[in-house]
T-cell receptor, first 110, second 117 residues
């Protein structure tokens, strides 16, 4: 089955700085790569996703890049704000089989 | 309605009890999922139903028994659980894309927090 690795496990940045989280996946058949944000005690919520036929996608301060050849994808958050503090999970999916990375705890210091 | 509703929100049960977790969605999604999430860990896939048929079973112990009575409902029947089964159980649903389109966004419920004594 799919194996998703995510780094770093924790990330601390100053407000206004950028944050980058990286993931690699093992199954070349995976073709959908979402990123979820989970705040303490809440459900995971989709913040951005990308499909394998696209190399980059941006939504305001958030962007995701995908390198299919290298089987890695990254989340970029610019101009971070304290409310960005949460755990972020990457995931990779083929058909209806979605597996998550171990998560990154992002702390944005005011 | 873009919600996935899970009940109960909290459940405490003994190791000899039988209980069920319930999940409901009315978004017309034909894939429904059970994930288990322990504290500070990612969601771990347990079961997937596609068109009301079990399509993925991640070697979950038989004390967990899923059921999909119709396209809107998903149950997880619990029996003879162990304390290590205490976790947040998340239900999710998604569209199924035809051909090689794969899955789409997973919509998660708020979860059922299970404590096994």
């Amino acid at each position: 089955g799919e194996n998703v690795e995510q780094h770093p496990s924790t990330l601390s940045v100053q407000e206004g700085d950028s944050a980058v989280i990286k993931c690699t996946y093992s199954d070349s058949a995976s073709n959908y790569f979402p990123w979820y944000k989970q705040e303490l005690g809440k459900r995971p919520q989709l913040i951005i996703d990308i499909r394998s036929n696209v190399g980059e996608k941006k939504d305001q301060r958030i962007a995701v890049t995908l390198n299919k050849t290298a089987k890695h994808f990254s989340l970029h958050i610019t101009e971070t704000q304290p409310e960005d503090s949460a755990v972020y999970f990457c995931a990779a999916s083929w058909l209806n089989d979605m597996r998550f990375g171990a998560g990154t705890r992002l702390t944005v210091k005011p | 309605d873009t919600e996935v509703t899970q009940t109960p929100k909290h459940l405490v049960m003994g190791m000899t009890n039988k209980k069920s977790l319930k999940c409901e969605q009315h978004m017309g999604h034909r894939a429904m999922y059970w994930y288990k999430q322990k504290a500070k860990k990612p969601p771990e896939l347990m079961f997937v139903y596609s068109y009301e048929k079990l399509s993925i079973n991640e070697s979950v112990p038989s004390r967990f028994s899923p059921e999909c009575p119709n396209s809107s409902l998903l149950n997880l029947h619990l029996h003879a659980l162990q304390p290590e089964d205490s976790a947040l159980y998340l239900c999710a649903s998604s569209l199924l894309r035809g051909g090689s389109g794969g899955t789409g966004e997973l919509f998660f419920g708020e979860g059922s927090r299970l404590t096994v004594l």
